[in-house]
């Protein structure tokens, strides 16, 4: 954990959630980036490893299948060494059967959730046409994809749980920077990992888009993020991210960034420092409502 050596180089003020955003400057090079997508209404991520490794966490909806594509290619991004399906909503998965189609995909961790949709089954069709391999995720396992990186997973799927309690979570440290990417998981969750790991961590991908069925204080409190990330669309009807959660980020002191009010979010760290690019600047959206 790093909590003495970042510095604040402006605070804007976000109308829309009453938010603070912050941007975080290190004086050194970036070895690791965080990607989180803006695919509306879901979940994508990419991790950009110091060796130059490619790591996918969920595709979005499906009409997020060719955004997440062009950003890929955007990035470099030609082969995906390992692509981490968390959950098989469809607001994770969706966008997944596209990208398999149009980028490679060297192996796949999944929850081990079954689902009976439409998407998931097309999901599981483009797996078995390409014969991709696929591993279960097993809890507290660690995923060897850089040996200069530390993936340890959280949380996966168990007999007794729904498909947001069977998410794949996982906790990626970086020499002294630590993100936590919990995915869609809930309460009771958090308080099973709260029991088993050591979760601080400077960076949070809030879980379930900011719902109120995760995010508890006390979490929060264990975490103590810097900095967290909420992925959403200003336009869903659900009501994310709900004022509990935003209070409760407050209460830790978190600078709160989101996909929602600025677009596309990237974090690059040396493992030392890291610093925070968000695609729009935060007054573009002081109009937002």
């Known amino acids: 954990m790093i909590k003495s050596k970042l510095s604040i180089g402006f605070i804007f003020f976000i109308a829309l959630f009453n938010v603070h955003i912050v941007s975080i400057h290190s004086e050194g090079s970036s070895g690791m980036q965080m990607h989180f997508i803006d695919v509306g209404q879901g979940d994508s991520m990419l991790i950009k490893t110091p060796a130059n490794k490619h790591i996918l966490i969920d595709g979005g909806p499906p009409d997020a299948g060719k955004r997440v594509v062009k950003y890929l290619k955007k990035q470099g991004v030609n082969k995906i060494d390992l692509l981490v399906a968390t ?50 995720a097993k809890l507290h396992e660690k995923l060897l994809v850089d040996p200069l990186l530390s993936i ?41 990992i709260m029991k088993n790991i050591e979760i601080d961590a400077e960076i949070l991908k809030v879980a379930h888009h900011g719902s109120n069925t995760s995010t508890s204080l006390r979490f929060l409190k264990a975490v103590s993020p810097q900095t967290a990330i909420l992925t959403y669309s200003k336009e869903n009807d659900y009501g994310h991210p709900v004022n509990r959660v935003i209070k409760n980020l407050y209460k830790v002191n978190a600078n709160i960034y989101s996909t929602g009010a600025l677009g596309n979010l990237v974090i690059r760290t040396d493992g030392e420092d890291y610093l925070v690019f968000p695609e729009k600047e935060p007054f573009y959206n002081l109009d937002a409502s």
């Not at 969706?94 to 999901?123: C, Q």
């Not at 993100?179 to 809930?186: A, G, I, K, P, R």
């Open 87 to 136: 959950h098989p909503d469809v607001d994770h998965i969706g966008g997944l059967p596209y990208v398999m189609k149009h980028i490679k995909v060297a192996k796949i961790l999944d929850s081990g959730k079954l689902h009976t949709t439409r998407m998931y089954a097309k999901y599981i069709q483009e797996i078995r046409k390409q014969a991709i391999p696929v591993k279960v």
């Open 152 to 192: 340890q997973v959280l949380n996966t799927y168990g007999k007794s749980k729904n498909n947001n309690q069977s998410s794949i979570a996982l906790k990626v440290s970086y020499k002294e920077v630590d993100f936590l990417l919990m995915s869609d998981v809930e309460m009771e969750q958090e308080k099973e």
